[in-house]
């Protein structure tokens, strides 16, 4: 009996292989994949990759409007040109398969390991998904480690079935309502005139509802102003206990007594105390990707791909992970001793196994399939200083999570001058322990003059500052990303994609996140006319929904047709309100496309418009009154400056083309101020030039008030030839499980 074991990536399948292999096993090519050969006597041993999801949902038959609800598996490569290079993957696997009778789903334990995997197996054996247990088993590995795909393979398990059925309701219901409401939502923009194509979905519309509401909170803020008194007695500043006083007349009442008693300061009380400061709990993958934004300013989509790296090639263990647990079953002492062999944790390793600390401090939350993010022990090589910095801050945070805790001395000084009440607190550091291990932590240390209860002193200023509040503080990737787990919405490893969507769309913009014009009209226009799209009540219901069919009590119908009839309740209430929604979009369409005046009559706005066929132009508002319009580059997003040329007066806007470096140029193909390469050029000039959109790429901005440029004079004929440039070929993306074409 043959075994065909299938890996989600290339890169697990060779160590599985391996692993299994003990060395001896054969790489066999076929074209450009290759999948792996195990002689075991009587049996065959094949390994063979996918590269993330070889099938995806899509409509069943051929229908451009809404709604469409009839939906079904696909190879990948047949539903979307980005996916072509799958198709190679999986050619491989079928001309495997044809030689096995017996299956084993090695991918990603989690979620979406389990619908990659069963699908495969699925189309290879043509059996119903609930006949496979007999045909196929699944490992279970945390670690890519030899020890642990062994250990997986010797100790498999049946098919997770109720995972897959979670799984593939989730990816009918994502797709479903994300193809629904986005067609409908492009439609309502369409009418209104706008070509842009549009999205939401069953998370990404409650994600851009928090995100605008904060957007509001921020614009409809009022400071209130506030006063604070302040006292400074032996070079330490203590506050008065009042806090922040928002009456003036009681401030300055506060202030005028004290200042009549600065000379009489009395210490009233000195309490101090020592307390311990814990380590922080092993990371998971919202906290690790919130630690590394704050660190080392990552993008958590990019930590995340990071981590994922990492864990290929057995340096940490699966990352996609929401615990914050290390069982005693993983080998901890292994481990730490394995980290000691490295120089740049062998003083740490080595103080913990001298005071035997091999019991962690636990966080509490837990994830049934995966333990929390910790490393193998296997020393890292050839990393990329991101590789570097992320796994030294997953070792680091490991490590300090067996240490003892620091201690902290806090000393609190009350006084009372001129019958004010005034407090001052200190912090110092008595011993630092795990703060020496986890050098990314730091605890702000604050002293105090050293006083003595009932001494009287002269205060060396009395002060009242005037203030104002502030507004909330707007999310970053990171913090939205926590925000919507503390939620309950989206899963670990689509919440970075959906933030990422919402830029895309350019709803979003800005590290630390402002919803645009643009993306306010959308919530907008939603919010007013079909709340359900936003309601995070929705989503939840769902979410429960979907965990119930892993836990045995709904069936995958039950929640399908749940969802289809909470959709088709939802697109019920837009159709309805279609021509609102229309005219809402095609405001903030239309403010969020404004360029600048129209130079020609000085009345209408310059607004980018899209002609049938998708092409972006800029034109008039006054049109038919006035006509006047200007080319653009094409695939590129136009930015208003909000400067005017002085040549052409027509309005300077920033290009932005993906890979490229964004330019300024203005709106005139005739003036002389633009980049050559986007200048209109007489016959002449075309004849011995490169066409503009083969030079597009040389092309480089000039400054607003710079002075047309004189051509430089041709080389002669004689002059050597530039080297030919090799073709650079395009990498193809790695379509993993945030690959997914349908948007939450």
Not at 274 to 295: G, N
Not at 574 to 594: P, R, T, W
Request: hydrophobic share 30%; charged share 30%; glycine share 6%.
């Amino acid at each position: 009996m043959n075994t065909l074991i299938i890996a989600e990536k290339p890169s697990v399948a060779l160590r599985i292989a391996m692993s299994i292999g003990n060395g001896e096993q054969k790489r066999v090519a076929n074209g450009k994949t290759s999948y792996y050969k195990i002689d075991k006597g009587e049996e065959t041993i094949y390994v063979a990759p996918a590269v993330g999801h070889l099938f995806t949902i899509r409509q069943v038959g051929y229908k451009r409007g809404y709604p469409v609800l009839d939906v079904e598996w696909a190879p990948s490569y047949s539903a979307s040109k980005s996916s072509a290079f799958t198709k190679q993957y999986l050619d491989t696997i079928y001309e495997v398969a044809k030689k096995c009778s017996y299956f084993i789903n090695a991918c990603d334990y989690d979620i979406e390991g389990t619908v990659i995997g069963t699908n495969i197996i699925k189309e290879v054996t043509k059996q119903p998904v609930a006949n496979l247990r007999a045909y196929a088993k699944r490992m279970k590995y945390s670690t890519t480690t030899t020890k642990d795909l062994l250990d997986s393979y010797n100790n498999m398990s049946e098919l997770d079935l109720e995972n897959f059925y979670a799984g593939e309701t989730r990816h009918m219901l994502d797709w479903i309502w994300g193809i629904n409401l986005s067609r409908a939502l492009t439609q309502a923009l369409g009418s209104a005139g706008g070509g842009k194509a549009l999205s939401i979905g069953r998370v990404q519309g409650p994600t851009l509802a928090i995100l605008a509401r904060r957007e509001n909170e921020i614009s409809e803020f009022r400071p209130e102003p506030f006063w604070r008194v302040t006292a400074v007695i032996e070079g330490t500043e203590f506050a008065n206990t009042r806090g922040d006083m928002k009456d003036k007349a009681e401030a300055e009442k506060a202030y005028s007594e004290s200042l009549k008693a600065k000379d009489k300061a009395r210490i009233t009380k000195v309490a101090s105390k020592e307390e311990p400061r814990w380590p922080y709990p092993p990371f998971d993958l919202t906290s690790l990707q919130l630690e590394a934004s704050r660190v080392f300013r990552l993008d958590p989509s990019l930590t995340l791909s990071i981590a994922q790296k990492l864990y290929e090639r057995s340096y940490i263990s699966y990352p996609r992970t929401s615990s914050q647990k290390l069982p005693y079953a993983l080998g901890l002492p292994g481990i730490i001793k394995a980290l000691g062999e490295n120089p740049e944790y062998a003083e740490i390793a080595g103080n913990l196994t001298k005071e035997n600390r091999f019991k962690p401090l636990e966080g509490k939350k837990t994830d049934e399939a995966h333990p929390a993010i910790f490393p193998t022990g296997i020393r890292p090589r050839d990393l990329s200083k991101q590789e570097e910095e992320v796994y030294d801050l997953i070792a680091r945070r490991f490590l300090s999570c067996f240490a003892a805790p620091a201690n902290v001395a806090r000393v609190r000084v009350e006084a009372d001058i001129g019958g004010e009440k005034y407090s001052a607190s200190g912090a110092t550091i008595k011993e630092r322990a795990w703060l020496d291990y986890y050098r990314y932590a730091s605890i702000e240390e604050k002293t105090v003059a050293d006083f003595a209860e009932g001494s009287t002193h002269s205060a060396e200023g009395i002060k009242m500052d005037s203030l104002e509040t502030k507004p909330p503080k707007r999310y970053t990737k990171a913090g939205i990303i926590a925000e919507l787990e503390r939620k309950g919405l989206g899963t670990k490893a689509t919440r970075a994609s959906i933030v990422d969507t919402l830029f895309r769309r350019e709803y979003v913009e800005g590290s630390s996140i402002s919803v645009t014009s643009f993306g306010m009209s959308v919530y907008n226009s939603l919010l007013k006319n079909c709340p359900m799209i936003l309601d995070e009540k929705t989503t939840k219901e769902l979410e429960d929904d979907m965990e119930e069919i892993s836990e045995r009590k709904k069936s995958e119908a039950e929640v399908l047709e749940h969802g289809k009839k909470m959709l088709l309740s939802a697109l019920e209430t837009f159709d309805k309100n279609m021509q609102q929604v229309s005219n809402d979009l095609k405001v903030g369409f239309m403010e969020a496309s404004i360029l600048g005046k129209c130079p020609k009559c000085g009345t209408g706005d310059l607004i980018i418009r899209h002609s049938r066929i998708g092409k972006q132009f800029v034109a008039c508002t006054n049109y038919p009154k006035c006509t006047n319009t200007y080319p653009l580059v094409q695939k590129a997003k136009i930015v208003p400056t909000g400067r005017v040329c002085e040549y052409c007066h027509t309005p300077i806007v920033k290009v932005i083309r993906r890979g490229m470096r964004p330019f300024e140029m203005d709106l005139d193909p005739q003036c002389p101020n633009r980049p050559v390469t986007f200048r209109s050029k007489s016959n002449d000039e075309k004849k011995t030039e490169e066409k503009p959109e083969q030079k597009e790429e040389q092309a480089k901005p000039e400054t607003e008030n710079a002075k047309p440029k004189k051509p430089k004079a041709k080389a002669p004929k004689r002059a050597a030839k530039k080297a030919p440039q090799k073709k650079k070929v395009q990498k193809k993306p790695d379509k993993n499980k945030e690959g997914e074409t349908n948007e939450n």
